[in-house]
């Protein structure tokens, strides 16, 4: 069987990672794309030189032409600039949309039929336009958020209780964004509601909530440490249970950047709701139900990403 195609768009700290990963799991060959000139070739050649001691094949090359991502199967999309401290993901909207345009007709014109995976922030409003640059099907198009912010929630409740992280099943729903909704009913360890595990364990109500805010900054807690750019090693793993929920046909349950029409009381509109990822693509929004509370959360949030949506419109004519 011939091997699987992974074009990975941006070829930077995100990029980087995700071609490490994606090789060292021996998903297929890959092609790291960017425009920078040298620097994807030089990633490629680095990276292709790990495959001796960790004894893997694939063949990792690099590009700054789109014709070399022709018939891949999986695009993950990185492509553009991250947030510096003081920035909010939504001051990145102008310089990523235009990204989004050239990426997204780079796609339509060589790989149609690929499983597109955005990563590019803001990315509720980063997603929908990469789907309408590219014209793909909505099922076809998924962004990743709520895998990495899930694994942050999961990270801090497992050190909270002193448990392991692979025993906590965190959930969030809504836009990547500050208005994020950590779903603490729908949160368990190894299937005792979190809730409940937190009076067993003499945790109060608002340690919990500490947690949820913490989950909601997450992403902006590593921008401030780092100073010069964001998280890139669990966006990358994130992304790549993605992928190979697709390609493995696996049917995982994965919050995603999902299109969403009808369920939720949404009409069109890419935002994280648990989805089932197999080879389908995004083949089934799962719609759960939600308290009065958390109903209004996640409409702070979906509201959040409307006004993106608009601002994005406002932006590029050819959306409207
Ligand atoms: P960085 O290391 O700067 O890599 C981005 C790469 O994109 C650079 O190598 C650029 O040269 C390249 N690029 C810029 N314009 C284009 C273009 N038109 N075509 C192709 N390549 C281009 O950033 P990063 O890898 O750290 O982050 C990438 C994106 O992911 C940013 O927008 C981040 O905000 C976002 N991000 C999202 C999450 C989510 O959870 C959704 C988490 C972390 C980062």
Known sequence: MARKKIALIGAGMIGGTLAHLAAKKEMGDIVLFDIAEGMPQGKALDLSQCGPIEGFDAR???????????????????AGVPRKPGM?????LGINLKVMKAVGEGIKNNCPDAFVICITNPLDAMVWALREFSGLPHNKVV????????????????????????????????GHGDTMVPVTSYTTINGIPVNDYAKIKGVSPDRIDAIVKRTRGGGGEI????????????????????????LGDQKRILPCASYVEGKYGLDGLYVGVPTVIGAGGTEEVIEIELSDEEKSNLKVSTDAVEELLEACKGLDSSLA
């Open 88 to 92: 909010s993901r939504d001051d990145l």
């Open 223 to 246: 921008v401030q440490l780092l100073g010069n750019g964001s998280a890139y090693y669990a966006p990358a793993t994130s992304a790549i249970s993605m992928a190979e929920a697709y």
């Open 60 to 78: 990792i090359t690099g590009t700054n032409d789109y014709a070399d991502i022709a018939g891949a199967d999986v695009v993950i999309v990185t």
């Open 143 to 174: 962004g990743m958020a709520g895998v990495l912010d899930s694994a942050r929630f999961a990270t801090f409740l497992a050190w909270e209780f002193g448990v392991s992280t692979r025993d906590v099943n965190a959930f969030v729903l809504g």
